[in-house]
């Protein structure tokens, strides 16, 4: 934004006494004035409530949650694997349902099958 030097503000203010006259140019100006005090109370405003919702978020907020440490499949309880569990696959005396393996290398990709003419 360029700088305003009282050559600058003079020039301003002489065409506004020429444009509205030397009786409503103090309406005016006590018009401009009042605008940017409510201008300066806006930004107040708005700066203290970000200020207060950067401190409402940093001191009372909670942690962010946390997932639970992981076991290797078995409870701390002496069941067995707690997914087979939640799925329903557990066995006599707390023993879980075998899961198959999964393949150790990914399938080869099927070629497309050439279109009949």
């Not at 009282?6 to 030397?22: D, K, M, N, S, Y």
């Not at 909670?62 to 499949?73: E, I, N, S, V, Y």
């Amino acid at each position: 934004m360029p700088q305003l030097g009282p050559l600058e503000i003079a020039v301003v203010l002489l065409v506004a006494l020429l444009v509205f006259g030397p009786n409503r140019l103090p309406e005016l100006a006590k018009q401009v004035g009042g605008a940017l005090r409510e201008l300066k109370k806006i930004q107040q405003n708005i700066r203290a409530d970000l200020h207060d919702m950067m401190n409402d978020e940093s001191d009372g907020a909670a942690p962010p949650p946390t997932l639970p440490p992981k076991t290797d499949g078995v409870d701390e309880a002496g069941g067995g694997d707690a997914i087979a569990a939640l799925d329903g696959g557990s066995g006599t005396n707390g023993e879980s349902a075998p899961r198959p393996e999964a393949p150790s290398e990914p399938a080869p990709p099927v070629p497309p099958s050439p279109e009949p003419d």
